[in-house]
């Protein structure tokens, strides 16, 4: 246990810059706060915090608590895929600033947590698809949610591409615009990560299904602003993550579960 405390105080080092110092409570209350001159831009604001807290700082608690687990630290990973993919589709060559800082993030705690050897690298993944490791009901969730997330991500680089207002959405530098849509994206990958039986799937589960719930509320509450999604899907994702949320429920009391696989 020892050998993990060095992860372990790196996982919560992390997670507070991320969540802290890259502003991600703060964006994340702002609907809710209703700060003055942020009225347009409650969704934007507020789906910054929701990946850098719901999609990153919570998988790296958890890591904190947990570091032999797997699935938390993919996690961060892919949301910088997400990040750096939408940075090349815009362009928006500073966002990959922070896709490099999450990669390193997870780098650095798969290196202290010694999970830099088999069990990350591609053909593992690859035989435990193959091995039918996956949960059917979450793959479909995930199916279900992927063309309107890639839609909605796509309208996203088209409003920073037609400087559609707000103009001034920026955080250290970066405009939310390209960061909602690395939001659809990560939302997509996250979910596909919890589809596996990889340890600590539940995390990417659980934080997929906050994040879409989140932002479901707000857009039916905010249907007209920048980055809402809207009445009618507002609602479907609601929907959508109570299904996620249930599924997951089901698998914790599953066999499988119960005998290690989580």
């Known amino acids: 246990m020892s050998k993990m405390w060095p992860a372990r105080g790196f996982a919560m080092l992390a997670?507070?810059?991320?969540?802290v110092f890259f502003f991600g409570y703060v964006d994340l209350l702002v609907p809710i706060l209703r700060q003055p001159g942020f009225d347009s831009s409650y969704l934007l604001e507020t789906g910054w915090g929701a990946m850098f807290v719901f999609l990153v700082g919570t998988p790296l608690v958890s890591a904190a608590f947990a570091p032999e687990r797997i699935a938390p630290q993919i996690e961060v990973a892919l949301v910088g895929f997400a990040v750096g993919a939408i940075a090349v589709v815009v362009p928006?060559?500073?966002?990959?600033?922070?896709?490099?800082?999450?990669?390193?993030?997870?780098?650095?705690?798969?290196?202290?947590?010694?999970?830099?050897?088999?069990?990350?690298r591609p053909r593992a993944a690859i035989t435990a698809v193959g091995s039918g490791a996956l949960n059917r009901v979450t793959l479909l969730l995930t199916v279900a949610a992927a063309i309107p997330l890639t839609l909605y991500a796509a309208d996203m680089v088209a409003g920073r591409?037609?400087?559609r207002p707000p103009t001034d959405?920026?955080?250290?530098?970066?405009?939310?615009?390209?960061?909602?849509?690395?939001?659809?994206?990560?939302?997509?990958?996250?979910?596909?990560?919890?589809?596996?039986?990889?340890s600590g799937w539940p995390v990417?589960?659980?934080t997929s299904a906050i994040t879409v719930m989140w932002m479901g509320g707000f857009?039916?509450?905010?249907p007209t602003h920048a980055g809402s999604f809207g009445t009618v899907a507002g609602w479907a994702a609601i929907g959508w993550a109570c299904a996620l949320a249930a599924?997951?429920?089901?698998?914790h009391r599953s066999p499988e579960h119960a005998s290690g696989s989580n």
Do not use: C, K
């Open 15 to 19: 997670a507070a810059f991320w969540v």
């Open 92 to 120: 928006e060559w500073r966002q990959f600033l922070p896709a490099a800082g999450l990669f390193l993030t997870s780098f650095v705690l798969a290196l202290l947590s010694g999970h830099t050897g088999n069990r990350l």
């Open 161 to 163: 591409r037609e400087g």
């Open 169 to 198: 959405d920026i955080t250290i530098g970066l405009d939310h615009w390209p960061m909602q849509a690395a939001l659809a994206a990560a939302i997509v990958l996250t979910t596909s990560l919890a589809s596996t039986n990889i």
């Open 204 to 206: 990417p589960s659980w």
């Open 219 to 222: 857009s039916v509450g905010y």
């Open 247 to 251: 599924t997951t429920v089901l698998r």
